[in-house]
C-alpha cells in the first residue's frame, strides 16, 4: 500500500514508481511540477554540473581554439574567392552591368513599361509628392527606407505580370495613373508578389 502525494489515500500501485492514486491526480501532480519550475531547476542544475566537468572544460577550450578559427577563415576565404569570382564577371559581362544601372534611372522604366505593354500617365513631380508624404517611412512595414532590403521601390498595385497577361488577351495596354502606383520598400514589395494589395500612404 502506498499514500497519493495528492489527495493522500491509501492505493495499490501498479510499480513502484506510482505516486498517485488515480489519473485525476495525476494531473493535478503533473500541473503542480510544471508551475513549480521543478523541472527547470533540475535541468539547470543538470547543466551546472556538467560545465564543471574537466572534460566539458576542455571541449571548450579546444573549440574555442580550433573549430570557430577554421569556420571564419573558410567564410573569409569564401567572401574572396566570391569577390574575384564578381570581378572577372564584370569584366566579361560589361554590357549587363551598364543594363543593371540603366534601369534604374526614369530611361530605363519608361523601356520597362514599353516592354511590358503599360501605360505609365503620371509625372515625376507627382511621384515624388507621394514619395513625400509617407515622411521616408514604407506605409506597409513602417520602417524606414535605406539603402538595403528597405530600399524604397516603385510598387504597381495591379501587377505588372497582370497586366501583361491582360494585354496579350484583349490587345488593350493598361493605364497606370498616380494612384494605381505606391512607394513600398523592397522586402515589402518582393513578399506582395503577385498580389493586389493596396496600402494608406
Known amino acids: 500500500m502506498k499514500e497519493c502525494i495528492i489527495c493522500k489515500k491509501l ?15 495525476s494531473r493535478i501532480n503533473r500541473i503542480n511540477y510544471e508551475h513549480s519550475g521543478a523541472r527547470i531547476k533540475s535541468r539547470d542544475a543538470r547543466l ?16 574555442e581554439a580550433t573549430a570557430y578559427r577554421k ?12 569577390k574575384a569570382y564578381h570581378r572577372v564577371w564584370e569584366k566579361s ?4 552591368v551598364y543594363l543593371a544601372g540603366w534601369r534604374r534611372t526614369p530611361a530605363g522604366g519608361k523601356r520597362r513599361a514599353n ?11 507627382e511621384w515624388n509628392e507621394k514619395i513625400r508624404s509617407t515622411q521616408n517611412f514604407c506605409p506597409h512595414c513602417h520602417m524606414p527606407f535605406d ?12 501587377p505588372i505580370s497582370m497586366a501583361s497577361n491582360e494585354f496579350k488577351l484583349t490587345g488593350i495596354k493598361r493605364v497606370y495613373t498616380i494612384d494605381d502606383v505606391q512607394p513600398l520598400c523592397q522586402s515589402c514589395n ?3 508578389g503577385n498580389k493586389i ?3 494608406e500612404c
Do not use: M, W
Open 11 to 25: 492505493f495499490i500501485p501498479r510499480t513502484i514508481n506510482y505516486k498517485c492514486c488515480s489519473k485525476e491526480c
Open 115 to 125: 516592354k511590358n505593354n503599360i501605360l505609365e500617365r503620371f509625372t515625376k513631380d
Open 190 to 192: 518582393s513578399s506582395k
Open 71 to 82: 569556420n571564419l577563415k573558410k567564410a573569409y576565404e569564401h567572401c574572396e574567392k566570391r
Open 147 to 158: 539603402n538595403g532590403k528597405h530600399k524604397l521601390n516603385k510598387d504597381h498595385i495591379f
Open 93 to 96: 559581362n560589361k554590357r549587363k
Open 197 to 199: 494589395l493596396k496600402v
Open 48 to 63: 551546472k554540473l556538467y560545465e564543471q566537468t574537466e572534460r566539458r572544460k576542455q571541449y571548450r577550450a579546444n573549440y
